[in-house]
């Protein structure tokens, strides 16, 4: 140290530009793609290009944890396969009751929506993706998915498992994919009470076993136990797909808004397979497009940066009442005419289908919550 | 000094990449906050012994890789290396001249200038990644610098 600032590069003439010049250059390149990277743009291609040369290095690095489960599996003993096995058997039963009335079910609602037939599943199709590696700190929750953009995988695409919602695709390249999962700090994904019909947002926290709902007024039905699902307002994922269930609530009469936490319905270090989803587009429950919603900044920069758009979109969504400067608070839960719980998509596509679901029993349409833009910056950091 | 034909690009290439896979491999979180700099300890040492293999392309380069591999802004840590070895080759004569250990301090002051300048585009950028752990980890990259300058001298013939 305390050695800067002499030398140069005095020593080094007759060999071309000096490293003055040459560190010059790099360092204005640096800064130029910095610069187009965080605008957006052409940078995406190239990136898109450069996923694909270090896809290969990425699998190298990850090589050995695959070998070493490879190993465990190639090993496992026939009691512990026995023991899967059973398990499996079990949840299969347990899931063939459940999905027993289905069709019944499904035919009942399209005879209460007025329609001759039933709805075809808003899941049009879906792709499973092998998990090549896992990161999960406190200031990235990310997974590294062997499925890119040549299996049309797109970014903001939902990335789901059989128990919930996952997250949604950030970056793609040709062959690989990262998904930001819900539990990253920089996430936020509009969510729905599936009891009481209360809408708000769930934030990443950044630990893989938590989610924060920041934005429920006191006075808001939310209790230990509910399952939170997609609201479908973000534009991103369907509605009613499940994502969590509240494990804390504490009310603290000097605040407004009710501490509530949230643990993720799927097991995100555990699984090893994801389901890529692609949602059929006029479908009640599809995901609201950011045209239907009408926002005046239509879409600045919607699709990409997958995390705090869907947040900052989905407000608009609630066409509820006059958006008095209250700073974050739960979107939607107002609006008495369009929440439907349970049933089916609400929400989604305001004007064509939906024949109002009849009369909802609303159970918290209090004071006027306005629609309070949770800056799209969020709780980032 | 040796000039062109004696310069050991396939070192530099080989071991930049070896930092590189270092560098990305998956560690368990523990392990994880310690692990210094492997990229930025080979772009120094081959900034200070062979200044003209790799110049300061091959640490923007490993830069650039490291970054996509990371996946935030593009070009960060390529502006962190490429500063380094820029530094490190204006300086290289003098520090040849110094015993592993003096370098030791040398690297200590570059390690913790490429966190800085990285870190400070995160904030810029409004992406952190990493916790502050990272301003312990140039400490270790110095004590490790001793052997790792031992061991890249092996790969090629000293001057």
């Known amino acids: ?381 | 000094m040796n000039m062109a034909r004696g310069e050991p690009r396939w070192a530099v290439a080989f071991t930049v990449l070896l930092a590189l896979i270092l560098q990305a491999l998956p560690l368990p979180t523990w392990l994880e906050a310690v692990r210094p700099s492997f990229i930025g300890l080979a772009v120094v040492y081959w900034a200070i012994y062979a200044p003209h293999a790799g110049g300061i392309f091959a640490p923007w380069l490993a830069g650039i890789g490291y970054d996509v591999f990371k996946g935030e802004v593009l070009g960060q840590n390529a502006l962190a290396l490429a500063l380094v070895a820029y530094i490190a080759m204006s300086l290289h004569q003098r520090l040849r001249n110094q015993t592993l250990v003096q370098q030791s301090l040398f690297v200590f002051a570059m390690l913790t200038l490429n966190e800085f300048v990285v870190w400070g585009i995160e904030g810029w950028s409004g992406h952190r990644m990493s916790t502050p752990w990272r301003w312990i980890q140039p400490m270790i990259g110095a004590m490790l610098w001793p052997f790792i300058a031992l061991l890249l001298g092996r790969t090629h013939s000293r001057a």
């Not at chain 1, 991103?236 to 605040?255: C, M, S």
């Not at chain 1, 993720?264 to 045209?291: T, Y």
């Not at chain 1, 705090?308 to 700073?327: D, F, H, I, L, N």
């Open chain 1, 1 to 381: 140290m305390a050695v800067f600032g002499s030398g140069g590069s005095r020593s080094l003439g007759g060999r071309g530009p000096s490293f003055g010049f040459r560190f010059f250059v790099y360092a204005v390149l640096s800064v130029v793609l910095m610069f187009y990277d965080r605008k957006g743009g052409w940078l995406d291609t190239a990136r898109y290009g450069l996923q694909a040369t270090i896809y290969p290095l990425q699998l190298a690095v990850n090589s050995p944890s695959a070998a070493w489960r490879w190993m465990k599996e190639s090993f496992a003993s026939r009691e512990a396969l026995q023991k899967e096995v059973d398990g499996l058997r079990v949840q299969l039963r347990d899931q063939q009751l459940m999905t027993m009335r289905q069709a019944a079910l499904e035919s009942e609602n399209a005879t209460l929506r007025g329609l001759n037939a039933t709805l075809p599943e808003v899941i049009e199709k879906r792709l499973i993706g092998e998990v090549v590696s896992v990161e999960t700190s406190t200031l990235r929750q990310r997974l590294l998915i062997n499925r890119g953009g040549s299996s049309g995988v797109y970014k903001a695409q939902p990335v789901i498992t059989g128990d919930g919602v996952l997250g949604q695709v950030y970056r793609i390249g040709p062959f690989s994919s990262e998904i930001i999962l819900i539990t990253d700090s920089e996430h936020g994904l509009p969510v729905q009470a599936l009891r009481s019909g209360v809408r708000t947002i769930a934030y990443g926290t950044g630990r893989s076993t938590a989610l924060e709902l920041p934005y429920v007024p006191q006075n808001f039905d939310m209790k230990v136990g509910d399952i939170l699902v997609t609201s479908g307002l973000d534009g991103v994922f369907p509605y009613g797909l499940p994502v969590a269930r509240i494990t804390r609530v504490e009310r603290d009469p000097t605040q407004p808004l009710a501490q509530i936490s949230a643990t993720p319905l799927a097991h995100i270090e555990a699984d090893r397979e994801v389901l890529f989803i692609w949602s059929r587009k006029d479908h009640p429950a599809a995901p609201v497009s950011p045209e239907a919603l009408q926002v005046e900044t239509a879409k600045p920069a919607a699709a990409p940066k997958a995390t705090p758009k869907p947040a900052a979109r989905k407000p608009a969504a609630a066409p509820s009442v006059t958006p008095q400067a209250v700073p974050g608070e739960a979107p939607a839960t107002t609006e008495p005419a369009t929440t439907e719980p349970a049933t089916t998509a609400p929400a989604a596509t305001p004007g064509s289908e939906a024949p109002a679901a009849g009369p909802q029993p609303e159970p918290t349409p209090p004071p006027a919550t306005p629609p309070a833009t949770p800056p799209s910056e969020g709780p980032t950091t």
